[in-house]
């Protein structure tokens, strides 16, 4: 999901690939947000591993 996020796909988008609400998706992300310490969809990228395995 944070791979999804970015990479530029919107609330919606995410949702409707993983087949959860977009409500989930932001719920989701928050804590995405909290544990990477950032609140930038794009600064996601750059602090993620780049191990392709664990793309979704």
């Known amino acids: 999901m944070a791979r999804?996020?970015?990479g530029g796909l919107t609330t919606p988008e995410i949702?409707?690939?993983l087949f959860?609400?977009?409500h989930a998706?932001?719920?989701?992300?928050r804590k995405v947000f909290t544990?990477?310490?950032t609140t930038s969809r794009p600064e996601i990228a750059t602090l993620l591993p780049h191990?392709?395995?664990t793309l979704v």
């Open 4 to 6: 999804l996020a970015a």
């Open 15 to 17: 949702g409707a690939r």
């Open 20 to 22: 959860i609400s977009p």
């Open 25 to 29: 998706v932001e719920w989701h992300l």
């Open 35 to 37: 544990q990477l310490a």
């Open 51 to 53: 191990d392709t395995a």
